[in-house]
Every structure is written in C-alpha cells, then in structure tokens.
C-alpha cells in the first residue's frame, strides 16, 4: 500500500474487485491508453504483486502515448512513493489496479482516497455474489455514500441476451449503483493486452461494436472529476473565508464586533480576490 498524500488534485480512479479474473487489469489499462491518448500521460499504478498491468507496459511501443507505471507491491511500494510524487506535476489521471484478495485495511485505504471507483463485474452467479459482498461491505462498514456517485460498475465479458446478463441486471438495479458500460466478450480486448496498447488504439474497423462501451467509461469518469473539483474548490473557499473571519476577529482582540458581519466580509474578500486571481491568470 503505497502513501498517496504527494498525488495532490489528481483525479485518483481506483478499479478494485476483491475476486480475481474479473477483469480489473483490463479496465485499468484500457482507462490508462485512452488518458494517455488524450494526455497529459496518466499514472498507472499497479498494486497486484501478479503485476499484469507492469507487464502490458513492458509490451507497450515505444512510439504509443506514453504511461506512466509505478509498481507499487512487495518490496517496491517504499519506491513508489517517491515515483508516484514524481509524475504527479505532470499527470493527468493516477489508476490504481488493485489485487484480488486485498486485505481490509488496503480496501478502506483505497476507498477512501479514490475520486472514482469502479467495480468490474462478470455476468455469473459466482461473481454476483462476490461483488454483493463488496458493496455491501463499501456501503455498510465503510459508509461508502451512494448518493455521492463516487462508484460505478463496470460489467466485463457480457454477452447480451443471456440469462447471466439479464441476471446481472437485475442484481444492479436494485443496488442503485450505475452500470456505465457492458464489455463484451471479445477478442480485441485479448489483441490489444497483448501488443500492450488499449482498445481505443486499434484499427477502428475492428472495434467499433467495442469502443463505445469505453468511452462511455471515459465519458462518466470526466463527470466524475468535473463534480470532485467542484467540491474541492468549495471546500477550498470555505477554508480561506473562515481563515479571514478568523483573522477580522483577532485584529480586534475577538471582542466585540459580529461574527456573522466579519463572515460576509470574509467572502467577499476572499472572492474578489479569487476574481482577481484568474484575470492575472488569464493575462
């Protein structure tokens, strides 16, 4: 488990799904070609000590949108840290792929740093029930909101009309957590693992019944940071207005005055000179 204290406001996606074979590596390296694709060079982090993801980069052309990896599992989780910090000025988006199996302190961990959580899920009965557990698990003992929309589920190898897909539907309706794509069961996905490339870097004539399923993905995650900066910024502004009420108050000896009076001061202050801010910015 690595420290993610130095990845500052980066959009922190954590695919997770205690089960293996469910296609957590997958999603992860598909979310890091089409980031890197689009840049600035996302942040691939590789927490399973399998290390699949570190071997999709190993594969990956040198002449493809550049990923950065940092393994961080075993004995190179101390040297993740300073990497993750490294790439972090210049990153757009940091992945983490989670293991299978992970231990409850890592799984609290994980959840409670991620912008974005996405759970693939597999359209079997074996694979219902794990995911039951995790969510159960997110929602009750780690008082995961599902009002915040922090989690999504991402179903993986779906074959439509089936019973085991109707059957997985059926499942996440009455959760009320979103299911945001349906992978299919399709080879591209095993080409592209293979040439260490996503998805959305092959020819498109070949994956045009896949790739929309991806940046459907694409398209909540950017929703999903859109709403994280708002909320940053709030909580960022709320911080600097108490500071300067704060500040009113001790100019005077905190006496007298009126708290709610020195509050709206505050604001104000602090608004024009975030005004103030981005027109310098601008110039």
């Given at each position: 488990?690595?420290?993610?204290?130095?990845?500052?406001?980066l959009?922190?996606?954590?695919?997770?799904?205690?089960?293996?074979?469910?296609?957590?590596?997958?999603?992860a390296?598909?979310?890091?070609?089409?980031?890197?694709?689009?840049?600035?060079?996302?942040?691939?982090?590789?927490?399973?000590?399998?290390?699949?993801?570190?071997?999709?980069?190993?594969?990956?052309?040198?002449?493809?949108?550049?990923?950065?990896?940092?393994?961080?599992?075993?004995?190179?989780?101390?040297?993740?840290?300073?990497?993750?910090?490294r790439?972090?000025?210049?990153?757009?988006?940091?992945?983490?792929?989670?293991?299978?199996?992970?231990?409850?302190?890592?799984?609290?961990?994980?959840?409670?740093?991620?912008?974005?959580?996405?759970?693939?899920?597999m359209?079997?009965?074996?694979?219902?029930?794990?995911?039951?557990?995790?969510?159960?698990?997110?929602?009750?003992?780690?008082?995961l909101?599902?009002?915040?929309q922090?989690?999504a589920?991402?179903?993986?190898?779906?074959?439509?009309?089936?019973?085991s897909?109707?059957?997985l539907?059926?499942?996440?309706?009455?959760?009320?957590?979103?299911?945001?794509a349906?992978?299919?069961?399709?080879?591209?996905?095993?080409?592209?693992?293979?040439?260490?490339i996503?998805?959305?870097?092959?020819?498109?004539?070949?994956?045009?019944?896949?790739?929309?399923?991806?940046?459907?993905?694409?398209?909540?995650?950017?929703?999903?940071?859109e709403?994280?900066q708002r909320?940053r910024?709030?909580?960022?502004?709320?911080?600097?207005?108490?500071?300067?009420?704060?500040?009113r108050?001790?100019?005077?000896?905190?006496?007298?005055?009126?708290?709610?009076t020195?509050?709206?001061?505050?604001?104000?202050e602090?608004?024009?000179?975030?005004?103030?801010?981005?027109?310098?910015?601008e110039q």
């Amino acid at each position: 488990m690595i420290n993610t204290a130095g990845l500052g406001d980066l959009h922190k996606i954590v695919v997770l799904n205690p089960k293996g074979g469910c296609g957590k590596t997958t999603l992860a390296t598909n979310l890091a070609s089409c980031y890197a694709q689009r840049g600035p060079p996302p942040s691939l982090v590789d927490c399973d000590p399998q290390g699949f993801s570190m071997r999709w980069l190993e594969q990956r052309p040198a002449q493809r949108p550049p990923v950065h990896g940092i393994e961080a599992y075993g004995d190179a989780a101390d040297a993740a840290v300073p990497a993750a910090q490294r790439v972090a000025a210049e990153a757009g988006a940091v992945i983490f792929d989670l293991p299978a199996a992970i231990p409850h302190a890592q799984l609290h961990h994980y959840t409670y740093i991620a912008d974005s959580l996405l759970i693939p899920v597999m359209p079997s009965a074996i694979d219902v029930h794990s995911a039951t557990r995790l969510i159960a698990e997110l929602l009750l003992d780690m008082q995961l909101d599902r009002h915040a929309q922090k989690v999504a589920i991402v179903a993986n190898r779906v074959r439509r009309n089936t019973k085991s897909f109707r059957m997985l539907r059926r499942f996440l309706g009455s959760l009320k957590i979103p299911m945001i794509a349906a992978l299919r069961d399709s080879q591209n996905f095993v080409h592209a693992s293979e040439q260490g490339i996503g998805l959305s870097e092959m020819p498109a004539h070949k994956i045009k019944q896949d790739i929309e399923q991806i940046n459907a993905i694409v398209r909540w995650l950017d929703k999903r940071r859109e709403q994280v900066q708002r909320a940053r910024a709030a909580e960022q502004r709320q911080a600097r207005v108490a500071q300067a009420a704060y500040e009113r108050a001790a100019l005077r000896g905190f006496k007298g005055g009126d708290p709610v009076t020195d509050w709206l001061e505050a604001e104000r202050e602090v608004d024009v000179g975030t005004r103030s801010r981005a027109v310098q910015e601008e110039q």
